[in-house]
Protein backbone atom coordinates (compact mmCIF):
# COMPACT_ATOMS: atom_id res chain seq x y z
CA UNK A 1 0.00 0.00 0.00
CA UNK A 2 2.68 2.46 1.49
CA UNK A 3 4.16 1.61 -2.15
CA UNK A 4 1.54 2.20 -4.46
CA UNK A 5 1.09 5.57 -2.48
CA UNK A 6 4.53 6.33 -3.25
CA UNK A 7 3.70 6.08 -6.88
CA UNK A 8 0.55 7.96 -7.33
CA UNK A 9 2.33 10.71 -4.96
CA UNK A 10 5.41 10.64 -7.24
CA UNK A 11 2.86 10.78 -10.53
CA UNK A 12 1.13 13.57 -8.88
CA UNK A 13 4.69 15.72 -8.88
CA UNK A 14 5.54 14.68 -11.90
CA UNK A 15 2.28 15.80 -13.52
CA UNK A 16 1.84 19.36 -11.45
CA UNK A 17 5.56 19.84 -12.52
CA UNK A 18 4.93 20.06 -16.11
CA UNK A 19 4.64 23.18 -17.83
CA UNK A 20 2.17 24.03 -20.96
CA UNK A 21 4.17 24.35 -23.69
CA UNK A 22 5.29 27.57 -25.02
CA UNK A 23 5.52 29.21 -28.25
CA UNK A 24 8.97 29.62 -29.55
CA UNK A 25 10.44 33.09 -30.32
CA UNK A 26 11.62 33.80 -33.35
CA UNK A 27 15.47 33.15 -34.28
CA UNK A 28 15.11 37.09 -36.20
CA UNK A 29 12.79 39.80 -36.14
CA UNK A 30 11.94 41.26 -39.48
CA UNK A 31 10.85 45.45 -39.08
CA UNK A 32 8.37 45.72 -41.83
CA UNK A 33 11.33 47.73 -43.45
CA UNK A 34 11.33 45.58 -47.13
CA UNK A 35 7.71 45.46 -46.92
CA UNK A 36 7.88 49.92 -46.85
CA UNK A 37 10.40 49.97 -49.73
CA UNK A 38 8.26 47.75 -52.00
CA UNK A 39 4.85 49.60 -51.31
CA UNK A 40 7.12 53.10 -52.13
CA UNK A 41 8.51 51.83 -55.35
CA UNK A 42 5.19 50.41 -56.44
CA UNK A 43 3.72 53.70 -55.61
CA UNK A 44 6.44 55.52 -57.63
CA UNK A 45 6.22 52.95 -60.32
CA UNK A 46 2.41 53.45 -60.61
CA UNK A 47 3.05 57.05 -60.70
CA UNK A 48 5.07 57.20 -63.61
CA UNK A 49 3.01 54.23 -65.22
CA UNK A 50 0.04 56.85 -65.13
CA UNK A 51 1.89 59.94 -66.31
CA UNK A 52 3.01 58.13 -69.22
CA UNK A 53 -0.40 57.18 -70.09
CA UNK A 54 -1.93 60.46 -69.42
CA UNK A 55 0.92 61.76 -72.03
CA UNK A 56 -0.57 59.49 -74.05
CA UNK A 57 -4.35 60.25 -73.83
CA UNK A 58 -3.13 64.41 -74.31
CA UNK A 59 -1.54 63.56 -77.47
CA UNK A 60 -4.60 62.01 -78.72
CA UNK A 61 -6.95 64.55 -78.28
CA UNK A 62 -9.78 63.03 -80.97
CA UNK A 63 -10.24 59.85 -78.75
CA UNK A 64 -12.71 60.72 -76.61
CA UNK A 65 -11.10 58.47 -73.79
CA UNK A 66 -13.05 56.62 -70.33
CA UNK A 67 -11.29 55.91 -67.02
CA UNK A 68 -12.93 52.77 -65.53
CA UNK A 69 -13.15 52.10 -61.89
CA UNK A 70 -10.48 49.20 -62.17
CA UNK A 71 -7.82 51.30 -63.24
CA UNK A 72 -7.67 51.12 -66.57
CA UNK A 73 -8.45 53.80 -69.92
CA UNK A 74 -10.31 53.27 -72.83
CA UNK A 75 -12.07 54.43 -75.77
CA UNK A 76 -14.58 53.45 -78.26
CA UNK A 77 -12.84 52.71 -81.82
CA UNK A 78 -16.56 50.98 -82.88
CA UNK A 79 -19.43 51.38 -80.35
CA UNK A 80 -22.61 49.92 -80.47
CA UNK A 81 -25.79 51.74 -80.03
CA UNK A 82 -28.77 49.74 -79.21
CA UNK A 83 -31.68 49.14 -76.44
CA UNK A 84 -30.55 45.51 -76.14
CA UNK A 85 -27.19 45.74 -74.58
CA UNK A 86 -25.60 41.81 -74.01
CA UNK A 87 -22.72 42.29 -72.35
CA UNK A 88 -20.34 38.98 -71.24
CA UNK A 89 -21.29 37.44 -67.75
CA UNK A 90 -19.66 34.91 -66.02
CA UNK A 91 -19.21 31.34 -68.22
CA UNK A 92 -20.25 33.39 -71.29
CA UNK A 93 -18.15 32.31 -73.80
CA UNK A 94 -16.74 35.56 -76.01
CA UNK A 95 -14.74 35.71 -79.18
CA UNK A 96 -12.60 38.23 -79.54
CA UNK A 97 -9.61 39.39 -81.58
CA UNK A 98 -7.02 41.56 -80.38
CA UNK A 99 -3.43 43.28 -80.59
CA UNK A 100 -0.78 44.55 -78.27
CA UNK A 101 1.49 47.29 -78.36
CA UNK A 102 3.83 49.29 -76.03
CA UNK A 103 3.04 52.73 -74.98
CA UNK A 104 4.69 54.20 -77.69
CA UNK A 105 2.78 52.27 -80.18
CA UNK A 106 5.73 49.92 -81.10
CA UNK A 107 3.54 46.54 -82.24
CA UNK A 108 4.29 43.62 -79.82
CA UNK A 109 2.01 40.87 -80.91
CA UNK A 110 -0.25 41.78 -83.86
CA UNK A 111 -3.77 40.38 -84.06
CA UNK A 112 -2.94 37.56 -86.16
CA UNK A 113 -0.25 35.87 -83.99
CA UNK A 114 -2.44 36.48 -81.22
CA UNK A 115 -5.37 35.09 -83.31
CA UNK A 116 -9.16 34.65 -82.66
CA UNK A 117 -9.52 33.82 -79.42
CA UNK A 118 -12.73 31.80 -77.45
CA UNK A 119 -12.32 32.98 -73.75
CA UNK A 120 -15.21 31.68 -71.15
CA UNK A 121 -15.54 35.07 -68.72
CA UNK A 122 -13.91 34.58 -65.76
CA UNK A 123 -13.30 30.97 -65.84
CA UNK A 124 -9.96 30.98 -67.50
CA UNK A 125 -6.67 32.50 -67.40
CA UNK A 126 -6.04 35.77 -68.93
CA UNK A 127 -4.68 39.70 -67.80
CA UNK A 128 -6.96 41.62 -65.52
CA UNK A 129 -6.94 43.86 -67.33
CA UNK A 130 -8.08 42.35 -70.37
CA UNK A 131 -10.38 40.60 -68.54
CA UNK A 132 -12.38 43.48 -66.89
CA UNK A 133 -11.61 45.36 -70.33
CA UNK A 134 -14.29 42.86 -71.88
CA UNK A 135 -17.03 43.02 -69.28
CA UNK A 136 -17.29 46.42 -70.60
CA UNK A 137 -17.67 45.02 -74.46
CA UNK A 138 -20.72 44.03 -76.50
CA UNK A 139 -20.19 42.08 -79.63
CA UNK A 140 -19.38 44.06 -82.87
CA UNK A 141 -17.95 46.60 -80.51
CA UNK A 142 -14.07 47.01 -80.65
CA UNK A 143 -12.20 49.19 -77.85
CA UNK A 144 -9.04 50.30 -76.84
CA UNK A 145 -7.55 50.10 -74.11
CA UNK A 146 -4.66 51.77 -72.10
CA UNK A 147 -3.65 48.96 -69.26
CA UNK A 148 -0.51 50.36 -66.49
CA UNK A 149 1.59 47.15 -65.63
CA UNK A 150 -0.33 46.39 -62.49
CA UNK A 151 -3.14 45.32 -65.18
CA UNK A 152 -1.24 43.51 -67.75
CA UNK A 153 1.48 41.24 -67.23
CA UNK A 154 3.07 43.29 -64.10
CA UNK A 155 6.29 42.37 -63.00
CA UNK A 156 7.56 38.96 -64.65
CA UNK A 157 5.71 39.97 -67.98
CA UNK A 158 4.77 37.74 -70.52
CA UNK A 159 8.17 35.96 -70.22
CA UNK A 160 8.84 36.59 -74.22
CA UNK A 161 8.19 40.11 -75.65
CA UNK A 162 6.75 42.11 -72.89
CA UNK A 163 9.11 43.28 -69.98
CA UNK A 164 8.93 43.57 -66.75
CA UNK A 165 6.42 46.46 -65.61
CA UNK A 166 5.09 46.92 -69.21
CA UNK A 167 2.42 49.30 -69.45
CA UNK A 168 -0.07 48.51 -72.55
CA UNK A 169 -2.27 49.27 -74.64
CA UNK A 170 -4.62 46.32 -76.86
CA UNK A 171 -6.86 47.18 -79.05
CA UNK A 172 -9.98 44.74 -78.56
CA UNK A 173 -12.85 43.42 -81.47
CA UNK A 174 -15.70 41.43 -79.55
CA UNK A 175 -16.89 39.56 -82.45
CA UNK A 176 -19.71 37.35 -80.36
CA UNK A 177 -21.25 36.47 -77.50
CA UNK A 178 -22.36 33.64 -76.79
CA UNK A 179 -24.90 33.19 -73.00
CA UNK A 180 -24.12 30.33 -70.77
CA UNK A 181 -27.23 27.80 -70.89
Known amino acids: ?10 ILITVLSCKTPEARKPKS ?3 G ?3 DQSVARNKALNKKEIKAIETVIASQPQNDYKTSGNGFWYYYNTKIETDSIVKPDFADIVNFNYDIKALDGKTIYTE ?3 KTQNYAM ?3 ELFTGLREGLKLMQAGETVTFLFPSHKAYGYYGDENRIGTNTPLICKVTVNTITKKE
Open 1 to 10: MKRNLAILLL
Open 29 to 31: VSS
Open 112 to 114: EEL
Open 122 to 124: DQQ
Open 33 to 35: SFI
